[in-house]
Every structure is written in C-alpha cells, then in structure tokens.
C-alpha cells in the first residue's frame, strides 16, 4: 500500500504564489503516476495535474502556464507550483498515484493523500 501525505497549503493572496508537495511511503512500486486534483466546496473534484514516468506532465486548461507539476524520485516526492493564483483556485488539494498517467487524467485514481486547504483571498 502507499501513503501520501500533502503539505504547503495556506493562505495566499490573488497573484501569489504556492508550492505543494505530497511525500509518498510504502510500497509505490507501479505507481509510476503521480497527480493533483481539487475540490471546493459544492463542487466536484477536478483535475489539476498529472506527471508520469517520464517526466512527461498534464494540465488542464483552468491551470496550464499557471501550475507546474514535478517530481523528486530519490525522495519520492511530488510537487505542485502554483503562480499566479486566483480566488477560484480556492479548494482542498489532494495529490493521488497511480500506475499510468492516464488513469489520472481521467479522474482514476488507486490511492489518495488526506489533502490540504489552499485559500486565496482576492
């Protein structure tokens, strides 16, 4: 099994920046994807980024030139640089991992993080 645990949310204000980073222990062996994904209150959980085996990364349009996804495989680590965030950036961000980026992508994931609040105040 794998844990991830996610860390460096908080309070920015609109225009600042914030950099996330889920940690991973366990077994990760397959678990070659890693992804990002949030959730605001009443609303459904979205995608936000995807980084697979290869360096190759995924965005969506609400984030792409914003939102930078990388990863740090001798710490097992993930992170998530956010610039230039916006009020409706406002959500619980969890980092989740899966065996293909594709998966991710699609919203399907084996494993998730407890999350961390991120709150932008315009």
């Known amino acids: 099994q794998v844990q991830l645990v996610e860390s460096g949310g908080g309070l920015v204000q609109a225009g600042g920046s914030l950099r996330l980073s889920c940690a991973a222990s366990?077994?990760?062996?397959?678990?070659?994807?890693r992804g990002w994904f949030r959730q605001a209150p009443g609303k459904e959980r979205e995608f936000v980024g995807a980084i697979d085996w290869s360096d190759n990364t995924y965005y969506p349009d609400s984030v792409k030139g914003r939102f930078i996804i990388s990863r740090d495989n001798a710490k097992n680590t993930v992170y998530l640089q956010m610039n230039s965030l916006k009020p409706e950036d406002t959500a619980v961000y969890y980092c989740?991992?899966?065996?293909?980026?594709?998966?991710?992508?699609?919203?399907?994931?084996?494993?998730w993080g407890q999350g961390t609040q991120v709150t932008v105040s315009s």
């Open positions: 366990g077994r990760t062996f397959g678990t070659y994807a």
């Open positions: 989740a991992s899966s065996g293909d980026a594709a998966r991710l992508v699609r919203g399907v994931t084996d494993y």
